[in-house]
């Protein structure tokens, strides 16, 4: 079971830290599985480490280390970082796209609507004799042109 | 030195033009967020994510 320790650094050397602390895990072959610097999360890397003996090995004597936070945090607390961004957010209105997916699939169409919540676009197939609005999941196109001309 | 994050795989790659982890060309310079994978098969992250190579990625790309 993995165990998550903030580790405290100068601002904006976040990935510096990350970075002598890989080389550090790999020299002594440490119990330290990953290291994430969040954006959202100025001045700290997130250390994911077997045990905090290992952490505090593979920090000891690095530059811009300023200290480890007190406790674990749990998975679930920096799990909102790694959340992958949804489809829709990538898509706006008038960008052109290709269906890749369902019964449309292979059409050329233009992006009409964007509903980030839901991840799903409305759009209009360019071939379609009369256009008729579409709803797709975000996820079912590709983007082929992104000049949002109409 | 260029730091590409791939669209499909969110690797980052350093001074190419195609995704050294999976062979995508779809790659940006839009990327936020930093995570190294360096045990993907004890890491919990990396299976959360789905990676099973070590290796820098971005947590969000643009
Ligand atoms: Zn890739």
């Known amino acids: 079971m993995s165990k998550y320790f903030a580790v405290k650094t100068t601002a904006n050397q976040e990935r510096v830290v990350a970075n002598l602390m890989e080389m550090t895990v790999k020299k002594y072959r440490l119990g330290v599985y990953s290291v994430l610097a969040p954006r959202e999360l100025k001045g700290y890397v997130i250390v994911e480490a077997e045990k905090m003996e290992d952490l505090l090995t593979a920090i000891r004597g690095l530059p811009h280390v300023k200290g480890v936070v007190k406790g674990e945090t749990a998975l679930a607390e920096i799990e909102h970082f790694l959340a992958p961004r949804k489809a829709a957010e990538q898509i706006k209105e008038g960008f052109k796209v290709e269906i890749v997916s369902g019964p449309f699939k292979g059409e050329l169409a233009v992006v009409k609507r964007v509903d980030e919540a839901k991840n799903e676009i409305t759009v209009e197939l360019i071939e379609a004799v009369v256009p008729i609005p579409v709803t797709v999941k975000a996820d079912h196109v590709r983007i082929v042109d992104k000049s949002e001309e109409v | ?62």
């Open chain 2, 1 to 62: 030195m260029t730091e590409l994050a791939c669209r499909k795989c969110k690797f980052i790659n350093i001074d190419s033009t195609v995704c050294k982890n999976c062979g995508s060309t779809e790659l940006t310079r839009e990327w936020y967020g930093y995570l190294i994978i360096i045990d993907p098969e004890k890491s919990e992250v990396a299976k959360k994510l789905g990676i099973k190579i070590p290796g820098k990625y971005a947590l969000k790309v643009g």
